[in-house]
């Protein structure tokens, strides 16, 4: 159940980076100016306005660059399809909890490393270092009942 959650989020991750720019626009108009959100986080509502900007800008000049974020769809596609094999049978696919276990660990540092040089403000960081550590969690949860399993249809158990 848990990993079924974990690969529906990384299917609709890589709808987002495969369109980017309907997905940026829906943002702002969640969060931007003019909404509560935008009223309680008015950094939150100039982020929003500044991304769909930058993103239109980027289409318009230099469309090629979506290519990197098609790429990262793919990944999590990717990503995805594994999960799969870690949702069917755990105890087989474990190296696939561990991998992800590392995973999502390991955005905790890139976010705030890339995060820092980006220049990208605290909130959005600190957004993903929770996806992170969430999925990190998901990951340890998963692993342990897989361990569980393992231990359990041992032969001589």
């Not at 529906?8 to 969060?31: E, G, H, K, V």
């Not at 992800?100 to 995060?115: H, Q, R, Y």
């Not at 220049?119 to 692993?143: E, K, M, N, R, S």
């Amino acid at each position: 159940m848990l990993l079924t959650l974990f690969i529906i989020a990384l299917l609709l991750a890589a709808l987002t980076a495969w369109f980017l720019i309907p997905a940026a626009s829906i943002a702002r108009r969640l969060l931007g100016e003019g909404t509560l959100a935008g009223s309680c986080l008015p950094s939150l509502a100039r982020w929003a306005a500044l991304i769909e900007e930058a993103l239109g800008e980027t289409k318009e000049k230099h469309p090629f660059m979506f290519y990197g974020t098609d790429w990262v769809g793919f990944a999590h596609l990717v990503m995805a399809i594994a999960c799969l094999g870690a949702a069917r049978d755990p105890v087989r696919n474990m190296w696939v909890l561990q991998f992800g276990m590392v995973g999502c660990s390991l955005m905790i540092p890139m976010t705030l490393i890339t995060g820092i040089a980006r220049g990208l403000p605290w909130f959005w960081q600190l957004f993903d270092c929770i996806i992170g550590a969430a999925g990190a969690v998901l990951f340890l949860t998963c692993y342990r009942y897989a361990r569980q399993m393992e231990i359990l249809t041992a032969p001589g158990s």
